[in-house]
């Protein structure tokens, strides 16, 4: 099982970017994926997750209105898309996913079984 996580970059406060977390070795559709990110010095946070099938979806407070989580099965891939970044959403973030999550557990890292590396997000103010 691979996780690969791409589309991280260095952009301005405002600004957007569209993260990719593409899977294989699994059937992807049967499993939550979620974004977790972590700052230098800070502890890894959790950011947006997505059920596999039907797709419920949530998000961390600090982002919600700003980030949207999306799957595409056929693909194999779940993107983050992240409008409006601000400074404090510089951090490296990593996708995770997993197969038997319930819904309380889609926030906590130790509850993933595979990971992918992370991928840098770097907002200038």
């Known amino acids: 099982v691979q996780l690969q996580a791409s589309g991280g970059g260095l952009v301005q406060a405002g600004g957007s970017l569209r993260l990719s977390c593409a899977g294989s070795?699994?059937?992807?559709?049967?499993?939550?994926v979620g974004w977790f990110r972590q700052a230098p010095g800070k502890e890894r946070e959790f950011v947006a997750a997505?059920?596999?099938?039907?797709?419920?979806?949530y998000y961390a407070d600090s982002v919600k209105g700003r980030f949207t989580i999306s799957r595409d099965n056929a693909k194999n891939t779940v993107f983050l898309q992240m409008n409006s970044l601000k400074p404090e959403d510089t951090a490296a973030y990593y996708c995770?996913?997993?197969?038997?999550?319930?819904?309380?557990?889609?926030?906590?890292?130790?509850?993933?079984?595979?990971w992918g590396q992370g991928t840098q997000v770097t907002v200038s103010s």
């Open positions: 995770a996913a997993d197969k038997s999550l319930i819904s309380s557990s889609v926030g906590n890292a130790n509850a993933y079984d595979y």
């Open positions: 070795g699994l059937t992807f559709s049967a499993y939550t």
């Open positions: 997505i059920k596999r099938s039907g797709g419920a979806t």
